[in-house]
């Protein structure tokens, strides 16, 4: 039996299907991540923006033209939002964003000929209060994703994803400790993943700092895949510092420069103290790379508030920017208090906003000289990956390189040239393993 497994949104929906492909793949099923022929088909659907929920609905019409006859399992947020959309498309099982690795359980009463509850099957779990399970993920090489946590207790005002997930869990770090010493030697990034990783605790205290040393033991970079600005504290940027392996990039999430926006998406923060937050950064890692998020057209958003986002986001000097036009949600507070913007009043300050972007990306790639960048593709005839503080270089392929053989996994010191397609090119100077 062949099982394919497609993924829409964020890392945490991305791990949560590779420990299902992981478990399917250790009882002796093939799996594949490609849209291709395929006797089952499970799809993990996201809800984070109402297009999210769009292209998961037509996920299930793009699987069917490969075979119409397949049986089909969705799960994920948009199911726990409104598992009706999927029945109607004629699903045969349906659970929510919790106990999706029990898919693994029906898959085998198909295996076995069991096809009596599997028809139009709803099973919408409870919503855990503890980390739901200590599966491994699949994990493809060079780089790893780990999940380290779930669920969400901010309750931004534009967000559906902590009624759909949850309130803030922790995943036991042995556990996570255990999954970093089964990677194989070709990995060589760890990245921690989680709906909140800020929010990570050992025994009800935060600990990400002391996850992070645990793990900094097995000599593999370390990355976080976000952060909040409540976690940018002297002690914590300190304690980053003294790491042999961290990455300096810093996805720090700002959704709006404006204080008054701000406090309509309940973000617990000033855009003054966002700033202090950077510059504290700055501080530890002068060429940090630092990343946001930015949503435009938040309703009620005036175009002198706007002018305030646009403004900061150029003081600050952001790496680069992730601009989200505003997407109501059903059952947030947003969507019950707020009138939404026109349509073209957001592309007209995401288009604006992201003429900026590429200045900011520009101005970032020329100040930094020197780099270490892990080798994972090749693209076009260059060898691409990141280096620590996430500039995408690239590296052509020619005969100056051969002496080296496949660098594909290798870390190598490289000097940056010049900004390309979407990153620099860059040349070696020394391979460091």
């Known amino acids: 039996m062949k099982i394919c497994v497609m993924t829409l949104g964020c890392k945490v929906n991305k791990y949560e299907s590779d420990a299902l492909i992981y478990n399917l793949g250790l009882k002796g099923y093939e799996t594949t991540e490609k849209l291709e022929p395929a006797d089952v088909y499970v799809i993990n659907t996201c809800a984070v923006t109402?297009?999210?929920?769009?292209?998961?609905?037509?996920?299930?019409?793009?699987?069917?033209?490969?075979?119409?006859?397949?049986?089909?399992?969705?799960?994920?947020?948009?199911s726990q939002k409104n598992s009706q959309q999927f029945i109607e498309k004629g699903v045969d099982y349906v659970c929510g964003a919790a106990g999706k690795i029990k898919i693994s359980e029906q898959i085998d009463k198909l295996a076995s000929g069991d096809k009596r509850r599997l028809k139009n099957h709803v099973r919408l779990a409870k919503l855990p209060k503890d980390y739901e399970d200590d599966l491994f993920a699949k994990q493809s090489r060079t780089r790893a994703y780990i999940k380290v946590q779930d669920g969400c207790n901010n309750f931004c005002?534009?967000?559906?994803?902590?009624?759909?997930?949850?309130?803030s869990?922790?995943?036991?770090?042995?556990?996570?400790?255990?999954?970093?010493?089964?990677l194989s030697d070709d990995i060589k990034e760890i990245v921690l993943t989680g709906i909140n990783v800020t929010d990570y605790k050992i025994d009800g205290k935060p600990s990400l700092l002391t996850l992070l040393d645990e793990l900094d033991t097995f000599g593999k970079r370390l990355r976080l895949s976000s952060m909040e600005e409540s976690l940018v504290t002297e002690d914590f940027v300190q304690g980053l510092s003294k790491l042999n392996n961290f990455c300096p990039h810093f996805h720090l999430s700002l959704q709006s420069g404006s204080n008054s926006v701000l406090k309509r998406m309940n973000r617990h923060y000033t855009?003054?103290?966002?700033?202090?937050?950077?510059?504290?950064?700055?501080?530890?890692?002068?060429?940090?790379?630092?990343?946001?998020?930015?949503?435009?057209?938040?309703?009620?958003?005036?175009?002198e508030e706007f002018e305030e986002t646009y403004n900061f986001a150029k003081e600050v000097a952001f790496?680069?920017?992730?601009?989200?036009?505003?997407?109501?949600?059903?059952?947030?507070?947003?969507?019950?208090?707020?009138?939404?913007?026109?349509?073209?009043?957001?592309q007209s300050r995401f288009e604006r906003l992201n003429e900026l972007n590429e200045k900011l990306k520009l101005d970032f790639i020329k100040k930094n000289k020197q780099g270490e960048v892990l080798i994972e593709e090749k693209v076009d005839g260059f060898y691409t990956g990141y280096t620590k503080n996430y500039i995408r270089c690239y590296i052509e392929d020619n005969s100056a390189l051969q002496k080296y053989g496949n660098l594909i996994d290798k870390i190598v010191s490289v000097k940056i040239k010049e900004p390309f397609k979407d990153g620099a090119k860059a040349k070696i100077i020394d391979i460091k393993g």
Do not use: W
């Open 50 to 78: 109402g297009e999210a929920e769009k292209k998961s609905r037509q996920m299930i019409a793009r699987c069917k033209k490969f075979n119409p006859q397949a049986k089909f399992f969705v799960c994920g947020c948009a």
């Open 157 to 167: 005002s534009y967000c559906i994803i902590p009624y759909l997930r949850g309130r």
């Open 271 to 303: 855009a003054e103290q966002f700033k202090a937050s950077v510059e504290l950064i700055r501080k530890y890692f002068p060429l940090a790379g630092i990343t946001t998020d930015i949503i435009v057209g938040f309703p009620n958003e005036s175009e």
């Open 319 to 346: 790496s680069q920017l992730h601009i989200f036009q505003y997407s109501k949600r059903e059952g947030t507070v947003a969507a019950k208090l707020y009138k939404d913007l026109p349509p073209q009043i957001k």
């Open 169 to 182: 869990r922790s995943r036991g770090i042995f556990s996570i400790i255990n999954e970093a010493a089964s």
